[in-house]
């Protein structure tokens, strides 16, 4: 499919107007935003990874990328509702209490979105209590919790004792990030995963969702 091509190559690029052209050019010759989504968008984004692994791209161009898939994506999104279209999983995502950074945290976003995933950005500075209303009632399959700061890490163990609290621990997946964050700190603090750049978040995400799929 010629289209599929044009913003498959588009996206790679980071070429906004491209997408555009080749998303509505798309839809006009009556392709699917499914497909247009899965074989364009999610495609790309999926290569843009495996690039960023290996070491072929960088942040800014997983950035520039990013931007351009979200464009394409603001187009079909309507297309997507309409016709029933589900996501792979629900993520709220956001930067603990204290932290107001967020650079990290919208790309992970960003390529998770990329990934077919619904995001619910929560933005910086989330007390563990928003965290814990996403899971609650906008129903997230996954929580991600980013920090970039040492002083602002604790938080992200206050945030999962405050599912436990609420007894959301067991209906909800946590992952972590962010600079100074590792795996054992994951691992101490009872979280379900680690990741250590966008690229990685998007696969452990994944990987979470088929196995919470396979065990419901």
Do not use: W
Request: contains cysteine; proline residues 3%.
């Amino acid at each position: 499919m010629k289209h599929i091509d044009t913003i498959y190559k588009a996206v790679l690029e980071g070429n906004t107007k491209a997408v555009h052209g080749g998303v509505e050019a798309a839809l006009k010759e009556n392709i699917t935003a499914d497909q247009i989504m899965q074989k364009g968008l999610i495609a790309a984004m999926h290569e843009v990874g495996c690039l960023f692994e290996a070491g072929e791209f960088f942040v800014p161009e997983m950035l520039i990328a990013a931007r351009a898939m979200q464009s394409g994506l603001g187009i079909l999104k309507p297309y997507l509702v309409a016709s029933g279209a589900k996501a792979v999983g629900r993520v709220a995502i956001g930067t603990v209490q204290g932290d107001l950074h967020d650079i990290g945290k919208n790309l992970v976003g960003m390529m998770l979105e990329g990934a077919g995933f619904e995001i619910i950005d929560l933005g910086t500075d989330v007390l563990p209590e928003n965290f814990v209303d996403a899971a609650q009632t906008k129903h997230a399959d996954i929580i991600a919790l980013s920090a970039l700061l040492t002083t602002t890490m604790p938080k992200m163990q206050e945030t999962i004792n405050a599912l436990k609290a609420a007894g959301l621990r067991d209906k909800v997946k946590v992952i972590i990030g962010g600079a100074p964050v590792t795996e054992p700190y994951a691992k101490q603090i009872g979280a379900d995963g680690y990741s250590p750049d966008a690229s990685a978040a998007t696969r452990l995400a994944t990987k979470l969702m088929v196995e919470s799929d396979s065990t419901s």
